[in-house]
């Protein structure tokens, strides 16, 4: 039994440091242009979304789910997310300029819940181009704009109608 432990103990440490120098002599692809495989995607994806669950706040939207209050938010993505995250309006392609691709939330909606939107969008997300607005925009613009986000593909024709009439 003790050579077995001390045979896995070995293994382990021979692992890490194999993963450690291949890390450190820069076998691992960064390059920007490329996309990550198909092991770091899934693996960083992973990290990602169980980070944001931990990490966004328990409490429910303050902001009610209002014809009203959609218009506010999706002015505020118009304003502010869409020139990244998709317009239906202008429906250009720009979600694989980064890796991981930018979600065009118009097309494909969202996992996320209001809270952990309102998180990503006031944190970021470090290496992913979705920086911290929380540093210039208030939490009501940002609960505001997380009601819309997270309804984006389920909008009544009334916020769409509204929202079109915005961007003219």
């Not at 291949?22 to 992973?46: C, H, I, K, Q, W």
């Not at 669950?53 to 303050?62: E, G, L, T, V």
């Not at 991981?100 to 006031?122: E, H, N, R």
Request: glycine share 8%.
């Amino acid at each position: 039994m003790r050579n077995f432990l001390l045979g896995a103990v070995i293994g382990i440490a021979v692992f890490v440091c194999a993963g450690l120098l291949y890390l450190r002599l820069g076998f691992f692809e960064v390059r920007g242009d490329l996309p990550p495989s198909s092991f770091e995607n899934s693996f960083m994806t992973a990290a990602v979304h169980a980070s944001v669950r931990r990490h966004a706040p328990a409490a429910s939207n303050p902001i009610a789910p209002t014809d009203e209050n959609l218009i506010a938010g999706g002015k505020l993505f118009q304003s502010n997310c869409s020139g990244c995250h998709g317009d239906p309006n202008h429906p250009e392609e720009n979600g694989d300029s980064l890796f991981p691709p930018i979600p065009q939330l118009y097309k494909f909606g969202t996992q996320y819940t209001d809270s952990q939107i309102f998180w990503v969008a006031k944190h970021g997300i470090r290496r992913s181009g979705m920086f911290a607005n929380g540093k210039w925009s208030s939490d009501k613009d940002l609960w505001t704009m997380a009601t819309y986000v997270t309804r984006i593909r389920n909008l009544s024709p009334e916020v769409q109608k509204a929202l079109q009439a915005q961007k003219r």
